[in-house]
């Protein structure tokens, strides 16, 4: 007969100890689940499947390298955080609203910073914070993330507190609207996880004037494996309007735009959602003009090497057409503020 197991006094402190630092953990988690929806599925547009080629675009960087308007890299202050910033100043010759930019869940990429630069070239105070400053193992942050692992820098966009995120933002709205030729307006837009870090960082600045959300969801509530609920009461404080850019292909987003106009609406909130036809997730990055179509099958190939090419430049070409029209909605609206 084998002799009972006792548990010793030492034994049960370790296994509550142990026990309590599972249930953080998951507390933490489902907070940031909470605050932030970023399973976003890039396949479907068009993207590389690896992690470099999210953050590293030559196209984007060489077309940045021509531009000759006056940019720079800023270290913005959040109490003890510098949040490292990329800026960019249109060449005008009066005051310019500014456009926080908030990028993919690839973190600071070449295209982001292109999106930043093309910002200013239509007249606007354009800047992206590197939301992962900090974050690396040595003190960096996108790039030096990014080394670490294929995964690691969505990984460790998934593990930014909400509140972190939030201050980070508010401290880069508050240095760009005091810069040298602004005229104290900002605007924030995003894009993927950024889209849905737009619409959270709406409710946590009630003087932005205006949120541009690209293919991101409004805050919620539900839990887990439950259905989508929008958080109203985080919402009700939104005081911004707010603009939804939306992909046709886009399924697991675009069931969340039918409750997010209902609690808007309940709330007196100004939410204007646009769905963009044949276009995938991620339209903006995959339908850029600089971005090289996808070759042609070559000669000879077979029948599913064929369709396979054809159905991606369809693709492209939805994808080509949705940016178009969703950029010149966004400098139409911008022109208004």
Same mark, same amino acid.
């Given at each position: 007969?084998?002799?009972?197991?006792?548990?010793?006094?030492?034994?049960?402190?370790?296994?509550?100890?142990?026990?309590? %630092?599972?249930?953080?953990?998951?507390? =933490?988690?489902?907070?940031?689940? $909470?605050?932030?929806?970023?399973?976003?599925?890039?396949?479907?547009?068009?993207?590389?499947?690896?992690?470099?080629?999210? +953050?590293?675009?030559?196209?984007?960087?060489?077309?940045?390298?021509?531009?000759?308007?006056?940019?720079?890299?800023?270290?913005?202050?959040?109490?003890?955080?510098?949040?490292?910033?990329? %800026?960019?100043?249109?060449?005008?010759?009066? !005051? &310019?609203?500014?456009?926080?930019? +908030?990028?993919?869940?690839?973190?600071?990429?070449?295209?982001?910073?292109?999106?930043?630069?093309?910002?200013?070239?239509?007249?606007?105070?354009?800047?992206?914070?590197?939301?992962?400053?900090?974050?690396?193992?040595?003190?960096?942050?996108?790039?030096?993330?990014?080394?670490?692992?294929?995964? @690691?820098?969505?990984? =460790?966009?998934? &593990?930014?507190?909400?509140?972190?995120?939030?201050?980070?933002?508010?401290?880069?709205?508050?240095?760009?609207?005091?810069?040298?030729?602004?005229?104290?307006?900002?605007?924030?837009?995003?894009?993927?996880?950024?889209?849905?870090?737009?619409?959270?960082? =709406?409710?946590?600045?009630?003087?932005?004037?205006?949120?541009?959300?690209?293919?991101?969801?409004?805050?919620?509530?539900?839990?887990?494996?439950?259905?989508?609920?929008?958080?109203?009461? &985080?919402?009700?404080?939104?005081?911004?309007?707010?603009?939804?850019?939306?992909?046709?292909?886009?399924?697991?987003?675009?069931? $969340?735009?039918?409750?997010?106009?209902?609690?808007?609406?309940?709330?007196?909130?100004?939410?204007?959602?646009?769905?963009?036809?044949? @276009?995938?997730?991620?339209?903006?990055?995959?339908?850029?003009?600089?971005?090289?179509?996808?070759?042609?099958?070559?000669?000879?190939?077979?029948? =599913?090497? /064929?369709?396979?090419? /054809?159905?991606?430049?369809?693709?492209?070409? /939805?994808?080509? !057409?949705?940016?178009?029209?969703?950029?010149?909605?966004?400098?139409?609206?911008? /022109?208004? +503020?």
């Amino acid at each position: 007969m084998k002799t009972p197991c006792r548990l010793t006094d030492k034994r049960l402190t370790r296994m509550l100890s142990e026990c309590t %630092i599972f249930m953080v953990a998951v507390l =933490a988690l489902s907070m940031n689940t $909470t605050a932030q929806d970023m399973s976003h599925n890039h396949m479907s547009s068009g993207y590389d499947p690896t992690a470099e080629s999210e +953050i590293t675009q030559d196209w984007a960087k060489q077309k940045l390298a021509k531009s000759p308007r006056h940019k720079e890299w800023v270290k913005v202050k959040n109490g003890t955080r510098e949040v490292n910033s990329f %800026i960019v100043y249109p060449e005008s010759n009066k !005051k &310019a609203t500014a456009v926080v930019v +908030i990028h993919e869940i690839f973190g600071m990429s070449d295209w982001v910073q292109q999106m930043t630069d093309e910002l200013a070239e239509a007249g606007y105070i354009a800047i992206a914070p590197d939301l992962l400053s900090g974050m690396g193992p040595k003190g960096g942050g996108t790039d030096e993330i990014a080394a670490t692992g294929s995964n @690691a820098v969505g990984q =460790a966009i998934r &593990a930014l507190p909400p509140d972190q995120i939030a201050a980070d933002l508010n401290a880069v709205a508050d240095y760009v609207s005091k810069v040298p030729g602004a005229n104290g307006k900002v605007v924030a837009g995003g894009f993927c996880w950024g889209g849905t870090t737009t619409f959270l960082f =709406a409710t946590r600045r009630p003087t932005l004037k205006a949120a541009f959300v690209f293919y991101g969801t409004a805050p919620n509530d539900n839990g887990q494996g439950q259905a989508y609920s929008v958080d109203k009461a &985080a919402v009700g404080k939104i005081g911004a309007p707010v603009y939804g850019f939306y992909a046709e292909n886009d399924m697991r987003v675009d069931a $969340t735009i039918a409750p997010t106009v209902d609690a808007m609406k309940a709330l007196n909130k100004m939410y204007d959602p646009v769905t963009y036809a044949g @276009a995938g997730h991620g339209f903006m990055r995959a339908g850029e003009p600089n971005n090289p179509p996808p070759a042609a099958a070559p000669a000879g190939a077979d029948e =599913a090497t /064929a369709k396979k090419a /054809a159905d991606s430049m369809t693709a492209y070409k /939805a994808n080509r !057409k949705a940016h178009d029209d969703a950029w010149a909605r966004w400098m139409t609206i911008l /022109a208004k +503020i």
